[in-house]
C-alpha cells in the first residue's frame, strides 16, 4: 500500500470532525434536516475513509467486522423495542406513551438512534465484504 503522509495526517484531524458531526445531525434529527440515516451515513463515510487511507486490515482492527454485523442487528431490534414498547399504551410507533410533554420528542430520537447504528453498519459491511474480495486475474489492486 502507497503511503500518503498529508492524507493520513488530514485523515486524523478530520475524523474526530466528521464523528461529531454525525452526532450532531443525530440528535436534531426531529427538529431539523437530518436524522438517523443522515447519521448513520456520515459516519460509515468516515469509516470508509479510514480503511481508504489506513488499509482495510487496520480499519477491521479498529471496527471489527463481527462488531459491525452484531450493530446492524441491534439498530434494527432497537429500533423494534421502541415500536413494540409503544404499543403498551397505543399503536405501533405510538410515540404518546413515552410521556405527555416530551415523549414525541424522545421517540423520534429513540427511533432515529436505532435507524443511525444499523445505517452506519450496513454500508460498512458492504464496504468490508466488497473491499476484502480477491482481484480476478489479471487485474491489480491498487487503491
Known amino acids: ?8 495526517v488530514v485523515t486524523k484531524l478530520m475524523l474526530p470532525f466528521i464523528l461529531v458531526f454525525a452526532l450532531y445531525v443525530q440528535a436534531h434529527g426531529e427538529s431539523s434536516p437530518g436524522g438517523g440515516f ?12 479510514y480503511a481508504l487511507v489506513f488499509g482495510l486490515s487496520a480499519a477491521r482492527q479498529v471496527f471489527p467486522p463481527r462488531m459491525v454485523q452484531v450493530s446492524a442487528a441491534l439498530g434494527v431490534a432497537f429500533y423494534a423495542a421502541v415500536g413494540f414498547a409503544s404499543l403498551f399504551g397505543g399503536a405501533f410507533l405510538d410515540y404518546s406513551v413515552f410521556g405527555a410533554a ?4 424522545l421517540g423520534i430520537f429513540l427511533v432515529e438512534l436505532g435507524v443511525g447504528v444499523t445505517v452506519a ?22 487503491w
Open 102 to 105: 416530551h415523549g414525541q420528542a
Open 38 to 49: 443522515q447519521a448513520g451515513i456520515i459516519v460509515a463515510a468516515a469509516i470508509i475513509l
Open 121 to 142: 453498519a450496513v454500508p460498512t459491511a458492504i464496504f468490508y465484504a466488497y473491499a476484502g474480495r480477491e482481484p480476478a486475474l489479471g487485474q491489480d489492486r491498487e
Open 1 to 8: 500500500m502507497i503511503q500518503h503522509l498529508v492524507l493520513r
